[in-house]
């Protein structure tokens, strides 16, 4: 290990000097650290215990977004991800945010909503008017069946109750049941209380209950994230800063007014938002599924984020999404690399966390934006694909810059010329280690 850490960057640091400095900054514990890095993270008995027919575990990169300040907090944010780019991107725009404050990050109560169909009503709006006068005994009986959700303070808020009218099979009703999760991710509670109350919902109706179910269109529980950017720190190359901002005000129209644009506008969101949902053990699929049907929910699909130009000529940057996370239950608290990431980022809530991912989110799209509008992504993203590709050869160390960057300065980023490469760079007169 090289003796001079403080003055190198993190990431020009080994992957043992990352960790000890993680450890310097976040004072987690040695278990930790190591669970964090996969070294004793999940095993296949944990995983056994987890889903059907495990046969072991699947391994991502792990690695950690520095630079945010999330309400004046300072976070270490930990991102599971495959792809090249997306850390030192929400690192790098999670560092321009810093001179005007950072994130500023807020949550809506964290109330989700479980939806019960209900079939074969014989008059659907006289039975929606009596569940809504059943409201007080709906919610009472609904109050009891997560007794720990209760005891901080959670459980059903309100009832909704809507006649579908025209369905492929003729009308029925839906009834939501608006819940307060606290700190879960809540789809346990939802379901199990959704189940427990349909027998109710059935007498009062005298219809059949049918799905008794969560919906992941979580759009009662927001996350929202926004930043200001000085001009002058976007520049970049023979860009100038203004050139920069105005360039990702007009990249962020074309997702407004584009759905095909929007796909992969909101994408290169989600790459921050999954890798913080994955890292913490959270549910991405429910978390992507909800930003979706948000981004559409004006019945045109649209960008989650928005960029403009304020009065002093800086950028700000906003988002607003469903974020359905938790920290306790679930695999938050079976999978051990998933606890150390939340203690690493020291979230005491799941609104803390929902927030974190909003502003990672935010930066994210920044990072893509930023890197469209001027140069173009393939530049970045060559240099690290090159490294996947030398590692993937074989290369091992430094071997692996070596090799990539000299497939960079050809321009030949193939598996045939890095294993060239590493033979060559292998022979006794130019071994490295
Ligand atoms: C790639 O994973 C994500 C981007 O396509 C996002 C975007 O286009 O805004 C670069």
Same mark, same amino acid.
């Given at each position: 290990?090289?003796?001079?850490?403080?003055?190198?960057?993190?990431?020009?640091?080994?992957?043992?000097?990352?960790?000890?400095?993680?450890?310097?900054?976040?004072?987690?514990?040695?278990?930790?650290?190591?669970?964090?890095?996969?070294?004793?993270?999940?095993?296949?008995?944990?995983?056994?215990?987890?889903?059907?027919?495990?046969?072991?575990?699947?391994?991502?990169?792990?690695?950690?977004?520095?630079?945010?300040?999330?309400?004046?907090?300072?976070?270490?944010?930990?991102?599971?991800?495959?792809?090249?780019?997306?850390?030192?991107?929400?690192?790098?725009?999670?560092?321009?945010?810093?001179?005007?404050?950072?994130?500023?990050?807020?949550?809506?109560?964290?109330?989700?909503?479980?939806?019960?169909?209900?079939?074969?009503?014989?008059?659907?709006?006289?039975?929606?008017?009596?569940?809504?006068?059943?409201?007080?005994?709906?919610?009472?009986?609904?109050?009891?069946?997560?007794?720990?959700?209760?005891?901080?303070?959670?459980?059903?808020?309100?009832?909704?109750?809507?006649?579908?009218?025209?369905?492929?099979?003729?009308?029925?009703?839906?009834?939501?049941?608006?819940?307060?999760?606290?700190?879960?991710?809540?789809?346990?509670?939802?379901?199990?209380?959704?189940?427990?109350?349909?027998?109710?919902?059935?007498?009062?109706?005298?219809?059949?209950?049918?799905?008794?179910?969560?919906?992941?269109?979580?759009?009662?529980?927001?996350?929202?994230?926004?930043?200001?950017?000085?001009?002058?720190?976007?520049?970049?190359?023979?860009?100038?800063?203004?050139?920069?901002?105005?360039?990702?005000?007009?990249?962020?129209?074309?997702?407004?007014?584009?759905?095909?644009?929007?796909?992969?506008?909101?994408?290169?969101?989600?790459?921050?938002?999954?890798?913080?949902?994955?890292?913490?053990?959270?549910?991405?699929?429910?978390?992507?599924?909800?930003?979706?049907?948000?981004?559409?929910?004006?019945?045109?699909?649209?960008?989650?984020?928005?960029?403009?130009?304020?009065?002093?000529?800086?950028?700000?940057?906003?988002?607003?999404?469903?974020?359905?996370?938790?920290?306790?239950?679930?695999?938050?608290?079976?999978?051990?690399?998933?606890?150390?990431?939340?203690?690493?980022?020291?979230?005491?809530?799941?609104?803390?966390?929902? &927030? *974190?991912? $909003? %502003?990672? !989110?935010?930066?994210?799209? /920044?990072?893509?934006?930023? @890197?469209?509008?001027?140069?173009?992504? #393939?530049?970045?993203?060559?240099?690290?694909?090159?490294? &996947? *590709?030398? $590692? %993937?050869? !074989?290369?091992?160390?430094? /071997?692996?810059?070596?090799? @990539?960057?000299?497939?960079?300065?050809? #321009?030949?980023?193939?598996?045939?010329?890095?294993?060239?490469?590493?033979?060559?760079?292998?022979?006794?007169?130019?071994?490295?280690?």
């Amino acid at each position: 290990m090289k003796a001079e850490t403080t003055p190198r960057k993190f990431y020009e640091l080994d992957l043992e000097e990352r960790l000890q400095e993680v450890r310097r900054l976040s004072g987690l514990s040695p278990e930790e650290l190591h669970a964090l890095a996969g070294q004793n993270g999940l095993t296949a008995e944990q995983a056994d215990h987890m889903i059907e027919n495990a046969v072991g575990v699947y391994a991502l990169p792990l690695g950690i977004a520095r630079n945010f300040l999330v309400n004046g907090r300072e976070i270490l944010v930990p991102m599971a991800i495959e792809e090249p780019s997306v850390v030192a991107g929400a690192s790098f725009m999670a560092r321009l945010a810093r001179p005007l404050g950072g994130f500023r990050a807020e949550t809506t109560p964290p109330e989700m909503i479980g939806q019960m169909q209900i079939l074969e009503v014989s008059d659907p709006q006289a039975a929606r008017q009596r569940l809504l006068d059943a409201r007080a005994e709906l919610l009472e009986a609904a109050a009891n069946t997560d007794p720990v959700l209760k005891k901080y303070g959670g459980g059903p808020r309100d009832i909704e109750v809507r006649v579908l009218e025209d369905t492929p099979i003729g009308p029925f009703l839906v009834l939501h049941l608006i819940y307060d999760v606290r700190d879960a991710m809540g789809a346990n509670a939802i379901n199990t209380t959704l189940e427990s109350l349909a027998p109710l919902a059935a007498r009062i109706t005298g219809g059949r209950v049918h799905l008794r179910i969560l919906s992941n269109l979580a759009d009662r529980r927001l996350a929202r994230a926004s930043a200001v950017f000085r001009p002058q720190d976007l520049a970049f190359d023979r860009f100038s800063g203004e050139e920069v901002r105005d360039g990702i005000i007009a990249a962020w129209a074309f997702a407004a007014a584009d759905p095909y644009r929007a796909a992969t506008h909101n994408k290169g969101i989600m790459n921050g938002v999954d890798a913080v949902v994955i890292a913490t053990g959270n549910d991405w699929r429910a978390i992507e599924a909800g930003a979706h049907a948000y981004a559409a929910r004006s019945g045109r699909y649209t960008s989650l984020s928005t960029w403009r130009r304020d009065a002093e000529g800086n950028l700000t940057g906003s988002i607003e999404l469903p974020m359905a996370v938790g920290i306790i239950g679930g695999a938050t608290r079976v999978h051990p690399a998933a606890r150390a990431a939340l203690k690493l980022m020291g979230v005491s809530s799941a609104a803390e966390l929902a &927030q *974190i991912i $909003a %502003a990672v !989110g935010l930066a994210q799209n /920044l990072a893509a934006l930023r @890197a469209l509008a001027t140069e173009g992504i #393939q530049r970045g993203h060559m240099s690290l694909h090159a490294r &996947q *590709i030398a $590692a %993937a050869a !074989g290369a091992e160390g430094s /071997l692996v810059s070596r090799i @990539a960057d000299q497939m960079v300065k050809e #321009q030949n980023i193939r598996a045939e010329r890095a294993a060239e490469l590493l033979k060559e760079y292998n022979q006794p007169e130019s071994a490295e280690s």
